[in-house]
């Protein structure tokens, strides 16, 4: 654990829309109008780097990672999935899950990059299933990954 | 292992310069000139998701990423680490691991994102040790790791 910045907004707030949450992490919908099926694996304590979390630890988190990857494969049949730990502006370990479709405002550059075509219906509507059928998911399938024993 | 593409360039070549090959997956350096520590750990078969490996297979290539980025840390001391598995344009499993700096082209955007300035010299010459010596450990880390018996 790294002292937190007195600034940290992950150590401050959830980040985002919480849709689980355990003691040693949470998952949280980024709430993004280009990619709705964002979300993010958020450590609880502040560490800046993956490899600052001791091997069990990156083992438990990469699971919940790889939970919400699974959901999102299942539920919605993205062209891609995109992982990501990257925390330049915000140094809290968390991981983002991103379902990429090949219709999608940026796709098949990352999200980070610069847009590459106006999307009309709105991406949310585009799913296959709500935005509450899939937060219940992702939610069920982390908590089966990382129930509350572990 | 899902069928390969035909086109598929990472089945196809290595992607890159050659740092360390095992069976199961390889490392290589991108050589990016905005980005001289910028390497790839790469899935010999073609996977396209991460929650396509088999849990032990996930397990023993995060231990390779964070293998790379100790070394990235322990020898050029980055602003940060970034991690990404994208695969959009080349769906054939491989993690981004590259070390940012402060006064790098595109800090604290992604790499994937525009230039935020124009840097010189040119940012080889910033890091703390040459790109053969940071090479050699990260081979050195990734065959402890990620051993000939494993």
Redesign the interface.
């Known amino acids: 654990m790294s002292p937190a910045p007195p600034s940290c907004e992950l150590c401050a707030q959830d980040g985002g829309r919480l849709v689980w949450r355990g003691p040693r992490l949470r998952v949280i919908r980024a709430e993004d109008v280009h990619f709705p099926a964002f979300y993010r694996v958020v450590w609880t304590e502040h560490v800046?780097?993956?490899?600052g979390l001791a091997p069990a630890d990156?083992?438990w988190m990469?699971e919940a990672?790889?939970a919400v990857?699974?959901v999102l494969?299942a539920h919605l049949r993205p062209?891609?999935?995109?992982?990501?730990?990257?925390?330049?502006?915000v140094?809290h370990l968390h991981w983002h899950v991103i379902a990429?479709f090949d219709w999608d405002s940026h796709?098949?550059?990352?999200v980070?990059?610069?847009a590459q075509r106006p999307v009309a219906p709105p991406a949310v509507e585009r799913l296959a299933c709500s935005l509450d059928v899939l937060d219940a998911a992702v939610a069920q399938a982390v908590a089966v990954a990382c129930g509350p024993e572990r």
């Open positions: 800046a780097e993956w490899s990156r083992a990469m990672v790889t990857e699974s494969r062209t891609k999935v995109n992982l990501a730990s990257l925390g330049n502006v140094p990429r796709f098949p550059a990352p980070w990059a610069a």
